[in-house]
Nanobody, 126 residues
């Protein structure tokens, strides 16, 4: 069973930065996409960064230019570098792995069957 463990969340002031990590284990799939999602209290889940099987990255307009997704191909660890954080970025952040994924954009990935981590909290104060 795939396991995903997120880390790196915390509290930061507006304008600050955080780097989230997601360490996957027991991954036997040869092709998969991965992504970062967030959910704030009372709001729906939002995809904030995705990386496809070819390494193509995608972001919604709300974080484009501020967030960067990357992956260590040796350890398969997924990262999310978040800069210029805003109070509206406050949420629980989750990483997910989508096996056999043909999606190229994070908005598509959220509709797929996937494995999810437990989340890490990010709080941005003004």
């Amino acid at each position: 069973q795939v396991q995903l463990v997120e880390s790196g969340g915390g509290s930061v002031q507006a304008g600050g930065s955080l780097r989230l990590s997601c360490a996957p284990s027991e991954v036997t799939y040869s092709d998969y996409c991965m992504g970062w999602f967030r959910q704030a209290p009372g709001k729906g889940r939002e995809g904030v960064a995705g990386i496809g099987t070819s390494g193509t990255t995608s972001y919604p307009d709300s974080v484009k230019g501020r967030f960067t997704i990357s992956q260590d191909n040796t350890e398969r660890t997924l990262y999310l570098q978040m800069n210029s954080l805003k109070p509206e970025d406050t949420a629980m952040y989750y990483c997910a792995l989508f096996p056999g994924c043909a999606a190229t954009h994070i908005t598509e990935m959220g509709r797929l069957f996937g494995h999810w981590g437990q989340g890490t909290q990010v709080t941005v104060s003004s």
